[in-house]
Each structure stands twice: as structure tokens, then as C-alpha cells.
């Protein structure tokens, strides 16, 4: 069973940048859909982006255009490419995978058997 570790938060300023890295051990990543989700304190879990496993992506309208997940098979990793910070984004994130259910099920974390156990990131004003 695929084993998933979160890397690469962090405290940064408004406008700030991070990548965040979500390395996977066990098993490929590789036919799997793979999605970042954060969660602030005392909210739900928020879909932040997905991708297929042919490298389609689905982003969430409040982070598109900041914010960019990728995949690299080969290294069993995901990233998740995060721009122009704000205070809003500061968040617990955690990387999940599971099976490819369709693109429109790509955000639903009720698709997701694995998760992380997140990485903090912090964003000041």
C-alpha cells in the first residue's frame, strides 16, 4: 500500500512563494489520481488541486492562476507549485491518492484512500 510524506512548508510573507513535495513509497503513484487538500482550523478540507494520471489537471477557482500540481512518475512524487501567497492560504496541506474515478470526481476527498500527514504553511501579512 502506497505510503505518502509531505515536504516543503513553511512560513513565508504576502507574495511569497513555496513548492510543496509529496513523495510516495510502497507503490507507483503512477495509474493513480493524485490532489493536494488543506484544511485551516476548525474547517473542512478543501480540494486545492488534483491531477490524472495522464497529467490532466483540476484546480480550485481560488487558487488557479497562483497555484500549479505536477507529477513526475518516475521520481513517485507530486508537487504542488504555489504563488503569490496570502494570508488566506495559510493551512495545514496534505497530498492523498487513490483511484482514477473520473476528472469530475478529482477534487472529492471521498475519492481518496491515502492520505499524508500534511505539511504547515504559514502566510503573513
Known amino acids: 500500500q502506497v505510503q505518502l510524506t509531505e515536504s516543503g512548508g513553511g512560513s513565508v510573507e504576502t507574495g511569497g512563494s513555496l513548492r510543496l513535495s509529496c513523495a510516495a513509497s510502497?507503490?507507483?503513484?503512477?495509474?493513480?489520481?493524485m490532489a493536494w487538500f488543506r484544511q485551516i482550523s476548525g474547517k473542512e478540507r478543501e480540494g486545492v488541486a488534483a491531477?490524472?494520471?495522464?497529467?490532466?489537471?483540476n484546480t480550485a477557482e481560488s487558487v488557479k492562476g497562483r497555484f500549479t500540481i505536477s507529477r513526475d512518475n518516475a521520481k513517485n512524487t507530486m508537487y504542488l507549485q504555489m504563488n503569490s501567497l496570502n494570508p488566506e492560504d495559510t493551512a495545514l496541506y496534505y497530498c492523498?491518492?487513490?483511484?482514477?474515478?473520473?476528472?469530475?470526481?478529482?477534487?472529492?476527498?471521498?475519492?481518496?484512500?491515502?492520505w499524508g500527514q500534511g505539511t504547515q504553511v504559514t502566510v503573513s501579512s
Open positions: 491531477i490524472d494520471p495522464i497529467g490532466g489537471r
Open positions: 510502497g507503490d507507483s503513484i503512477q495509474n493513480k489520481a
Open positions: 492523498a491518492s487513490g483511484p482514477y474515478r473520473g476528472f469530475g470526481r478529482l477534487l472529492k476527498s471521498e475519492n481518496y484512500v491515502t
